[in-house]
């Protein structure tokens, strides 16, 4: 049913409940999983030898660290996973993703760590459900 599963992480709650699902699924299917973590540079601008640069890159070694651990528990359940860090805005970044490797299913967190609301679905989560050209399922 799935070959391929996309599932983005900000480390937040949701999205660690995501991660499991997707863990689960790809197991469950033989699939390949694909992690990926965006830097929301929107936010900071793109890294120029300034203060931004060191919190873009602070950024992105916490997002390497957290692919890191989901490959480690892919691997050890002998999933095939495979991650990236990238920069932009993420509803966008995934929606590309998901395009680039052909995802059966994109598996994301309700909300991210951003949102305050607990009774509400995220501005990221609510982006990509309403436009993605895929399945996707949030947790």
Partial sequence: MYDTILV???????????VEH?????DRYGA?????YCVETHRYGEPALSS?????????D???????EISDRAD??????????????????????GAKIDADLIVIGYQGQSHTRTDRIGSV????????DRPVLTA
Avoid at 62 to 68: F, K, T, V
Wanted: with cysteine; aromatic share 2%; glycine share 6%.
């Fill in 22 to 26: 997707a863990l689960i699924l790809a």
């Fill in 125 to 132: 989560a609510e982006r990509i459900v309403r436009t993605a």
């Fill in 76 to 97: 050890s359940s002998g999933i095939d996973c495979r991650w990236n860090v990238c920069h932009g805005r993420p509803w966008e970044e995934v929606r590309k993703k």
């Fill in 62 to 68: 916490q997002g390497a660290a957290m692919l890191e």
């Fill in 8 to 18: 983005p992480t900000d480390g937040s709650d949701p999205a660690n409940r995501a």
């Fill in 52 to 60: 931004t640069e060191l919190i873009v890159d602070n950024l992105e």
């Fill in 32 to 36: 390949d999983l694909h992690a990926m």
